[in-house]
């Protein structure tokens, strides 16, 4: 008989762990607290595959430079103060995080773990079909509007040309060869040909149909209420009716598993303290504006520097997101931070008017953030049977495919095919 895995959480991450779980002979069942209709950060993301994206949150200067944003209620970051001391714990953790050694020794890891990700993404376009989920080749262009921000962009390129990973430095006119007939207001940018982009609504909508086709289970609006524990191995979770969710659960339910793998997003760090695991985590909270009728539409997907803001073309139109607001772990929309992020956009494309854009309808999700910006990824050592496989940030989607496959092999008993210790979900017990 073969052992059945539990995956807590239905985002890209807990898809993907499911998949290659399900791949690697186990029987799986996927709980989540929602509906199969949910509106999460996996769904209205930038779709973005970065390899990159080297330099994880926690880094030299973010401190300094987040304590500046601070001041700016229409800046990209925010954090919402509170007398919470988990949030000061959190805080002192990404404080002691923030240094040129560990950002540098975090850099071939990210390298690997994207490029990763984005093989295999290329082998589920084989299996379920071209443009089964719009992947693209071709890079991504990081854009700046300032002198200052093309310097700090410059370095970073230097950094990821020495790590191996592609980069070229452009003038405003080569930027406007890769951007043909879009207006821009740039000093130049970066492209990135090894970074691809995705629509994160079709991959879910696809992997979710794929699991189901291959006997994956699904428990919809299902709450983990406990877990049912024997030494130092969890045996069953006590599942309860989330409220207000249509789905086919009984009011309470025990779920007998072999093994349990925690991708629950936010929800993962009271889920671990309920299992018995420290696991610090913030919600950062995003927004992202999907333009049906565009005034312009780029032929590549852009990262604009100085705002910290992601435009992707998709088929429905170009989808403009960014902010990261800590702590805020609901999706109430701060209307500020939508005018600085659409300020941001007219101020490098100008013919997207901030005014004009203002009556588009947001959508907001919740990204689950580590203290160092690095996943937790591995084996706890608090239950001997419990992976856990969270903590992304705004790297999800592009880490989701090669941390499914790591997690099957740590559910195998195998050697994990790249180093997780940097990742380890005990690092801060």
Request: charged share 20%; with cysteine; aromatic share 4%.
């Amino acid at each position: 008989m073969s052992r059945h895995v539990v995956v807590a959480g239905a985002g890209v991450v807990g898809l993907f762990a499911a998949l290659y779980a399900r791949d690697a002979g186990f029987e799986v069942t996927v709980v989540e607290r929602l509906g199969p209709q949910r509106a999460t950060a996996s769904y209205g993301n930038a779709g973005l595959i970065v390899p990159s994206h080297l330099v994880p949150l926690a880094a030299p200067g973010a401190v300094v430079r987040g304590l500046r944003w601070m001041t700016d209620p229409e800046s990209p970051f925010a954090l919402r103060l509170e007398p919470d001391p988990e949030l000061l714990a959190w805080g002192w953790h990404f404080w002691r995080a923030s240094t040129r050694a560990r950002a540098r020794a975090a850099g071939p890891l990210l390298r690997d773990l994207h490029r990763a990700g984005k093989r295999a993404y290329q082998e589920l376009e084989a299996r379920l079909g071209a443009d089964a989920f719009g992947l693209r080749g071709g890079g991504v262009l990081m854009l700046c509007v300032s002198e200052e921000g093309l310097e700090e962009e410059a370095a970073l390129a230097a950094r990821a040309t020495a790590l191996g990973v592609p980069a070229r430095l452009l003038g405003p006119s080569e930027v406007a060869v890769l951007q043909p007939g879009l207006s821009l207001d740039v000093v130049g940018g970066v492209h990135y040909p090894e970074d691809a982009m995705l629509d994160p609504g079709r991959l879910m909508a696809a992997l979710q149909a794929e699991l189901e086709r291959i006997g994956v289970q699904f428990r919809w609006g299902a709450h983990v209420e406990g877990a049912e524990r024997s030494g130092d191995r969890i045996e069953a979770l006590r599942l309860r009716r989330q409220p207000g969710i249509d789905a086919d659960t009984a009011d309470a339910t025990r779920l007998p598993l072999d093994e349990l793998v925690l991708a629950a997003g936010v929800a993962s760090a009271p889920l671990a303290r309920a299992l018995g695991l420290r696991l610090p985590l913030r919600a950062g909270k995003g927004y992202s504006v999907t333009l049906a009728d565009p005034p312009e539409r780029p032929a590549l997907p852009m990262l604009l520097s100085e705002g910290r803001v992601a435009v992707t073309p998709l088929p429905d139109g170009v989808r403009v997101g960014g902010t990261l607001e800590l702590g805020a772990a609901d999706t109430t929309v701060n209307g500020r931070r939508v005018r600085g992020l659409l300020r941001s956009l007219e101020r490098a494309l100008p013919a997207y008017s901030a005014e004009r854009l203002a009556s588009a309808p947001v959508w907001t999700g919740l990204r689950p953030v580590s203290p160092d910006g690095l996943p937790y990824l591995g084996r706890s050592a608090t239950s001997a049977n419990l992976v856990v496989a969270t903590g992304h940030a705004m790297m999800g989607v592009s880490l989701a495919p090669v941390t499914g496959a790591l997690v099957a092999e740590l559910l195998e008993g195998r050697a994990p095919s790249l180093p997780l210790e940097a990742l380890r979900p005990d690092r801060y017990a």
